[in-house]
């Protein structure tokens, strides 16, 4: 069974630091990876996915993620955090299932930013 | 502004009561979906629909019943709550083509007793 584990439950960032945020599947083929924000009080919004080709891949506000086969990861980086960027992110994995795709989501990383 | 819409935000019920919750969206959107999210948990699905008509279980349907009688409409009901149903809820939609839930609502808070 596919599975997604985020090691990092809580990161602490200083305002203008680097960000990366860790997540690790495990799944016999190439997956659907999704990065997702959540805000506080608010539902989830998609940052970024990865289908197939280039392994690094952009999103918006500023974040990208890189595909890395041989490791099983598809870590999501930010080269200077904002204030705003404070929330929980969590990784998904898509598998296909039926006619659709079933995300199984990783149980999430929750980013402070100090100022 | 377009998008997904969850009513109500909040609601308090006592064991055994029933109710249900709604979703609208005003996307045009084919798929619909149901999630919950408890702490350190991620969310996990508990229904979808690809369509007006259609409904399928996802990872945790027991206890939840939906329907999708309208394309823009997706229910949640909960026949008979229980306290291992509080948690909060999330309703999302998608294209067909889009893999994945593309938008979602601000959640439902629901607290069984």
């Known amino acids: 069974a596919q599975s997604v584990t985020q090691p990092d439950i809580h990161i602490t960032v200083s305002e203008g630091a680097s960000l990366e945020l860790r997540c690790n599947y495990s799944?016999?083929?190439?997956?659907?990876l999704f990065w997702y924000v959540q805000s506080p009080g608010q539902g989830l919004q998609l940052l970024l996915k990865?289908?197939?080709?280039?392994?690094l891949v952009q999103g918006i506000k500023g974040f990208e993620a890189e595909f890395k086969r041989s490791q099983s990861s598809f870590n999501l980086r930010k080269p200077s955090v904002h204030w705003s960027d404070a929330a929980e992110y969590f990784c998904?994995?898509?598998?296909?299932?039926?006619?659709?795709?079933?995300?199984?989501f990783g149980k999430g990383t929750l980013l402070t930013v100090n100022p | 502004n377009a998008g997904v819409t969850q009513t109500p935000k909040f609601r308090v019920l006592k064991t055994g009561q029933s109710m249900t919750l709604l979703c609208a969206q005003d996307?045009?959107?084919?798929?619909m979906y149901w999630y919950r999210q408890d702490p350190g948990m991620g969310l996990r699905l508990i229904h979808y629909?690809?369509?007006?008509?259609?409904?399928a279980k996802g990872e945790v349907p027991d206890g939840y019943n939906v329907s999708r009688l309208k394309k823009q409409n997706f229910l949640l009901g909960l026949e008979s709550a229980a306290p291992s149903q509080t948690s909060v809820y999330f309703c999302?939609?998608?294209?067909?083509?889009?893999?994945?839930?593309?938008?979602f609502g601000d959640g439902t808070r629901l607290s069984i007793l």
């Open positions: 998904a994995v898509g598998l296909r299932w039926g006619s659709n795709y079933k995300l199984t």
């Open positions: 996307m045009n959107h084919e798929y």
């Open positions: 629909s690809v369509g007006e008509g259609t409904t």
């Open positions: 999302a939609s998608g294209t067909q083509h889009s893999n994945q839930p593309q938008h």
């Open positions: 990865y289908f197939s080709g280039d392994t």
């Open positions: 799944y016999g083929a190439t997956p659907y």
